[in-house]
């Protein structure tokens, strides 16, 4: 397992780096929830990412929002 592999449960998490799809364009999920979340940070939204950019770019978002963090309770 290489050192951008993260263990998290039963489930890997592999790096987009890592990705063998990584440089194809972005699904129509990501590109609809990039969107939402660009629009919630007010920050630009780039609908020409690759998959890999755009997970990294979600992850970005999600800390900047607060979205996708397990909930206290």
């Known amino acids: 397992m290489s050192d951008k592999t993260k263990v998290q449960g039963s489930n890997t998490k592999k790096d987009p ?25 007010q920050e630009e939204f780039d609908e020409n990412l690759t998959k890999a950019e755009a997970s990294k770019r979600i992850d970005e978002l999600q800390q900047n929002t607060g979205r996708g963090q397990p909930k206290a309770g």
């Open 17 to 41: 780096d890592e990705w063998t799809t990584g440089d194809e364009r972005m699904t129509g999920a990501q590109k609809s929830y990039l969107k939402t979340l660009s629009e919630e940070a």
